[in-house]
């Protein structure tokens, strides 16, 4: 219809860039989880399934994306989901880039936070393309896989999950912004630990639970546990206690390539005018740098982490 007196209603689609040159932190929060997590009966304070199950969504986020930066080329659904401009797009930056989800964390329950690489062009920095995007396959993997993680518990109806995206200029605020979340994490799941034993295991009413936490600082909720509950909060599992940080390791592995003449019928190529002709080729191996996705739960306030991946911070 393009020339139709109608196509002048395309002049309403206004564009939507992101501020070049600027960290992106797509975040994701499970809608309404607490009404989710009750009606498919979590177990508290924490669901290792559940949580399970989002690691699982993540990683599948971060696979597809770093299929489409270092291997779009590869892939025929990849190349038939995009617009052709976006495939031009990505052909190029594959080739000097190798991920645009650097980093991902995934901090306490229902909320996931993505580190995109300031120097991404990812769908021209569209902001509802990127958000609707990942939303919706983050959405999409977590429906899919529930079935593996509660086999005998079928989903009562479909979840949702919210997405946005905040843009921070300086590698301070986005070391800031992960030190937040993960005292956030800690904080949350100190006070659920003891809350949830007090009434699972001391007999108390919630109402009373809370009660007994209000006013409390953390070294008090610490001793409650080891008192009454015999529970060293600093055993309690690092999953728990930090969340899960996702992220990309380079792995150097020998990968097949361009399928060249071995040494023996490269030499016979000189003297023989047909080069190939009878002589089998082997398909020549090369060290390149490939990535894998790894699940940690470590600290992530201190400069350990960060020393030890100065690729995060320098996309
Ligand atoms: P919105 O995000 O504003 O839509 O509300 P929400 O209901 O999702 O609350 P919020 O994101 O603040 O908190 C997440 C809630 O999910 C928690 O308060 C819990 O009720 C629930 N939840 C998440 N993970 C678990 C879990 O592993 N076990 C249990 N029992 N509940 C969980
Ligand atoms: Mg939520």
Redesign the pocket.
């Known amino acids: 219809m393009a020339g139709s007196k109608f196509a002048y209603v395309r002049k309403f689609e206004l564009p939507d860039p992101l501020l070049p040159d600027t960290f992106m932190v797509f975040r994701l929060?499970?809608?309404?989880?607490?009404?989710f997590?009750d009606k498919h009966n979590?177990?508290?304070?924490?669901?290792l399934r559940?949580?399970q199950l989002m690691d699982h969504a993540a990683r599948d986020v971060m696979e597809e994306y770093s299929d489409i930066v270092l291997g779009f080329g590869e892939s025929d659904e990849f190349r038939v989901s995009f617009h052709a401009t976006d495939w031009v797009l990505y052909r190029c930056f594959a080739i000097d880039r190798s991920s645009e989800t650097a980093a991902i964390i995934h901090l306490y329950?229902?909320?996931i936070t993505f580190l995109l690489r300031k120097s991404t062009e990812l769908y021209n920095r569209r902001q509802a393309k990127i958000v609707s995007t990942l939303t919706s396959l983050f959405t999409s993997s977590y429906v899919f896989n529930w079935p593996r993680y509660f086999p005998d518990n079928p989903l009562q109806y479909p979840p949702s999950f919210d997405g946005r995206i905040i843009l921070y200029p300086g590698e301070q605020q986005i070391r800031d912004y992960f030190s937040w979340r993960q005292a956030d994490t800690h904080i949350n799941n100190l006070y659920n630990t003891v809350f949830w034993a007090l009434v699972q295991q001391g007999g108390e009413t919630t109402t009373q639970a809370h009660a007994t936490l209000r006013g409390t600082v953390s070294k008090e909720k610490h001793e409650i546990l080891f008192s009454r509950f015999q529970v060293n909060y600093n055993q309690v599992d690092e999953r728990y206690r930090k969340g899960s940080v996702l992220v990309r390791d380079e792995i150097a592995e020998p990968v097949e390539s361009a399928v060249i003449p071995t040494s023996e019928a490269a030499d016979d190529a000189v003297s023989e005018p047909s080069p190939m002709k009878g002589k089998k080729a082997k398909p020549k191996r090369e060290a390149k740098s490939k990535t894998r996705i790894v699940v940690l739960h470590c600290d992530i306030i201190k400069n350990d982490f960060w020393d030890a991946r100065p690729g995060i911070l320098n996309g």
Request: charged fraction near 30%; proline fraction near 5%; hydrophobic fraction near 25%.
């Open positions: 929060d499970g809608h309404s989880f607490h009404r997590s979590f177990d508290k304070p924490n669901d559940a949580l329950s229902d909320v």
